[in-house]
């Protein structure tokens, strides 16, 4: 978590990319020896990099050949290693954009909009599948908001600023990282780098905002989802879906980092005295999932209870077409057909592939097949992804022969 900080750190004190690396290593090996022994400190990136340093000292101390460097670093090394940490400051440059992009000047859909383009380097396509709103949309969007922004000083807000801009901060990353887990274009089932650059800067905000419980619950939720990442495909890459999966190469260490999240969100609502927000009602839907033996071991009528908490707190159609797959996995023999009329009366998902898909399968499971392969097929040409269409193909095929 901290690799990328620390030879960051370690590159513009040394001067060399691959010595920073192995400095990083050396205090690594260290912190393996000492820390069982000691505990893990309060800062262990300070800790690893104020290590590395003092090797490097060591280093040019025997070379005997670059005094000034090491009366250089030596000074710097005095003068910063008891150096409070300012909790003030964003030292992380996406961070650091993500808060200036976010400014008030503009609505908070364009802010999203625009920090996911500029920042989460996302297209206007996949930008506007996250909306459910036509490209061209979010095309003006983007256009009108980089206009509204000529003139205005790009700079980090200050601190009291903070809570406005924050729920634009947290629906980026939490698109960002959608985006990666379930991609809505391309060859690949998800984009493990979207996965692992959201989830790096939820855990950075952590560190700034520690008693926002939405950010501990969406760290949670992030950590939760990308444990099942390497097990959602096969070695060629074609997907394994949630009920097939080998649940012993689950991530059990993100697990349970996601089980602390929703804790620390959880503590930090008990704090302040208010209820649940979204994020972390979607941390405690995924950890629903994480925590059972198997699909059909999950506490479905707690995920059903879960989601109508949420959809008090939001009127998103997919998360009404969520709850209705979950309702028909709460009750075996009522379920499907309940769950079908929960979704023949949705609106809001023209033009989505998650509709037909749902449709089909609950179709499947009231034994009406012909009808479900139709659905399957209409979800394969509305879905944009070629792996996901490739398995609603394939379902498709698999309804016809009953």
């Not at 003139?151 to 406005?164: K, L, M, N, S």
Request: include cysteine; aromatic fraction near 6%; glycine fraction near 6%.
């Amino acid at each position: 978590m901290e690799a990328a900080k620390i030879v960051a750190t370690l590159t513009r004190a040394v001067g060399e990319v691959g010595r920073a690396e192995d400095l990083a290593q050396e205090a690594l090996v260290d912190a393996l020896d000492q820390w069982p022994r000691t505990g893990v400190p309060r800062n262990p990136g300070a800790w690893l990099t104020t290590v590395a340093k003092r090797k490097a000292v060591d280093q040019w101390r025997r070379q005997g050949n670059l005094d000034a460097k090491y009366a250089l670093l030596a000074r710097e090394l005095a003068d910063h290693v008891d150096e409070a940490w300012d909790p003030d400051r964003i030292d992380d440059d996406v961070l650091r954009l993500m808060f200036m992009a976010a400014h008030p000047v503009l609505t908070p859909e364009s802010r999203v909009a625009l920090t996911l383009r500029v920042v989460g380097g996302l297209s206007t396509d996949e930008i506007a599948k996250a909306f459910l709103v036509p490209k061209a949309t979010i095309a003006q969007r983007i256009v009108r908001a980089k206009k509204s922004l000529a003139g205005v000083a790009f700079e980090v807000p200050d601190r009291p600023e903070w809570p406005h801009r924050m729920s634009t901060v947290l629906s980026v990353i939490y698109l960002i990282f959608n985006e990666g887990y379930a991609a809505s274009t391309g060859r690949h089932w998800f984009r493990e780098e979207l996965c692992a650059e959201a989830l790096r800067l939820g855990r950075v905000l952590t560190a700034l905002a520690p008693d926002e419980a939405e950010v501990h619950g969406l760290v949670a939720l992030m950590e939760f989802q990308s444990s099942r990442l390497r097990a959602r495909v096969d070695d060629e890459g074609a997907p394994i879906l949630l009920e097939d999966q080998d649940r012993t190469r689950w991530d059990r260490a993100q697990i349970q980092r996601g089980v602390t999240a929703l804790g620390a969100a959880a503590q930090a609502l008990h704090r302040r005295g208010s209820g649940w927000g979204p994020y972390a009602l979607q941390a405690a839907l995924a950890e629903g999932h994480a925590i059972a033996p198997s699909t059909a071991d999950t506490d479905w009528h707690r995920i059903v209870m879960l989601y109508d908490a949420l959809l008090g707190l939001t009127t998103s159609p997919v998360v009404a077409l969520n709850r209705a797959v979950a309702v028909a996995m709460a009750d075996p023999e009522n379920g499907p057909q309940a769950a079908l009329d929960i979704v023949d009366h949705l609106d809001g998902l023209d033009g989505l592939h998650a509709l037909p898909g749902v449709r089909a399968e609950l179709l499947r499971r009231l034994g009406r097949h012909a009808e479900a392969a139709d659905e399957f097929d209409r979800a394969a040409a509305l879905a944009d992804n070629d792996r996901e269409r490739d398995v609603l193909m394939a379902k498709a095929a698999r309804a016809r022969v009953g």
